[in-house]
């Protein structure tokens, strides 16, 4: 009834595409992610309760898998663009399209979106050849690593975390960069 364009988005399109198990998926929305939570939270029995983030624009409901007691939880927000100070990891945010969105993601791997729209239900969006860096184990940033990095050095250790976690190469520029932004960590 919103007609908002809405996509799954991240980890939850990378853990499924390796088989690996997840209990949370994020849903990037063309509008207001919150009002969608909202909405969606209606369509279950008993509804789930909305927990709002309201500083990031988010909100999160948590639902039961099946009959077992196992949660999923799913996280709602608006698609965005983001700008950094250089002394801070926290951005600004803008409202945005899916393309700013997937720009804004720390990985290629974390870059896939799959869409929940009715006129393309199921089909993979990748700008930056996620499926391809899947496929042969790499980690590499969707955009110019220094400014990945710089913007926010968290994506450092994350990289550092999925190499560990999934087993991937960390990808020569990328692991440059890493080391060239190394100080950032700080902020």
Known sequence: SLKIDCYVIGGFVRDKILGRPT????????????????????????????????????????????????????????????????????PTVSTGSLEDDQNRRDFTINALAISLNKNEYGKLIDPFNGMEDLHNKILKTPLEPDQTFSDDPLRMMRACRFASQLGFIIEDGTLAAISRNAQRIKI
């Open 23 to 90: 209990k949370d998926m994020d849903i990037v929305c063309i509008g207001d992610g919150i009002l969608l939570a909202e909405e969606v939270a209606k369509q279950f029995s008993p509804q789930p309760q909305v927990n709002f983030f309201k500083t990031f624009g988010t909100a999160q409901l948590k639902v039961h898998l099946d009959v077992s007691e196992e949660l999923l939880e799913i996280e709602f927000v608006g698609a965005r663009k983001e700008s950094y100070n250089y002394d801070s990891r926290k």
